[in-house]
T-cell receptor, first 109, second 113 residues
Framework: GQNIDQPTEMTATEGAIVQINCTYQ??????LFWYQQHAGEAPTFLSY??LDGLEEKGRFSSFLSRSKGYSYLLLKELQMKDSASYLC??????????WGAGTKLIIKP | NAGVTQTPKFRILKIGQSMTLQCTQD?????MYWYRQDPGMGLKLIYYSVGAGITDKGEVPNGYNVSRSTTEDFPLRLELAAPSQTSVYFC????????????FGEGSWLTVV
C-alpha cells in the first residue's frame, strides 16, 4: 500500500528551530511537496523536492532522501504566525498527490 | 487575483438531499481536482480532470459526480447526501501534475444532518 507518516502534533518556542519529519512509501516517486495550512483555510505551497538534498527558501528549508523515503521541513526563527498544520504530499507513479494527515505545529511564546 | 473560487462556503444538508459545489478557476489550468478533508486527516482525492471533457475517479469517488464542460468550471455533485459526507471540500487546479504547485480554493464546509 501507499502511505505517508508524519507526527500528529509538535510544540516549539517562538524564535527556536523545529524539524517536521515525513516518511513515505509509494508506488513510484515524482516529487515531494510541503504545504502549510492555517486553521480554517486552504493549504498553501511551501516547497517541492524531487532530487536528494536540501532546498532553502528563507526561514524554511526542506530536505529529501529518496533512498530512505524520508523528508523533513525545517523552520527557523519561529514566529507565532507559523502556528499551522504542515502537510507532506508525494507525487506517485500516476502523478496524483498522496497526502499525509498533517502535523499540527503549536508555537508558544 | 481570483484564482480558484468555490461556492458555497458553508452548507447544511439533510440526509438524502442533493447539491452541487461550484468551482471555477481563471488561470487557464488544465488540471482540476476535488478533495475532501476530514478532521485530523489528510486530503483525499474525490475526482480529477486533466482537461475539458475528461474526468476520472480519485481515491474516494462514491456518492459524488463531476463534469468538466469548460476549462474553467469543475462542479462537484453530491447525490443523496449521507452523514459520512460531512467534511471540508477543496477544489484545486494546476498547470501540470509534475512538480508544479496546486492552487486551492478557500474550501466548502458541508454538514449532513
Amino acid at each position: 500500500g501507499q502511505n505517508i507518516d508524519q507526527p500528529t502534533e509538535m510544540t516549539a518556542t517562538e524564535g527556536a528551530i523545529v524539524q517536521i519529519n515525513c516518511t513515505y512509501q509509494t508506488s513510484g516517486f515524482n516529487g515531494l511537496f510541503w504545504y502549510q495550512q492555517h486553521a480554517g483555510e486552504a493549504p498553501t505551497f511551501l516547497s517541492y523536492n524531487v532530487l536528494d538534498g536540501l532546498e532553502e527558501k528563507g526561514r524554511f528549508s526542506s530536505f529529501l532522501s529518496r533512498s530512505k523515503g524520508y523528508s523533513y521541513l525545517l523552520l527557523k526563527e519561529l514566529q507565532m504566525k507559523d502556528s499551522a498544520s504542515y502537510l507532506c504530499a508525494v507525487s506517485g507513479s500516476n502523478y496524483q498527490l498522496i497526502w499525509g494527515a498533517g502535523t499540527k505545529l503549536i508555537i508558544k511564546p | 487575483n481570483a484564482g480558484v473560487t468555490q461556492t458555497p462556503k458553508f452548507r447544511i444538508l439533510k440526509i438524502g438531499q442533493s447539491m452541487t459545489l461550484q468551482c471555477t478557476q481563471d488561470m487557464n489550468h488544465n488540471y482540476m481536482y476535488w478533495y475532501r478533508q476530514d478532521p485530523g486527516m489528510g486530503l483525499k482525492l474525490i475526482y480529477y480532470s486533466v482537461g475539458a471533457g475528461i474526468t476520472d475517479k480519485g481515491e474516494v469517488p462514491n456518492g459524488y459526480n463531476v463534469s468538466r464542460s469548460t476549462t474553467e468550471d469543475f462542479p462537484l455533485r453530491l447525490e443523496l447526501a449521507a452523514p459520512s459526507q460531512t467534511s471540508v471540500y477543496f477544489c484545486a487546479s494546476s498547470t501540470e501534475v509534475t512538480g508544479n504547485t496546486i492552487y486551492f480554493g478557500e474550501g466548502s464546509w458541508l454538514t449532513v444532518v
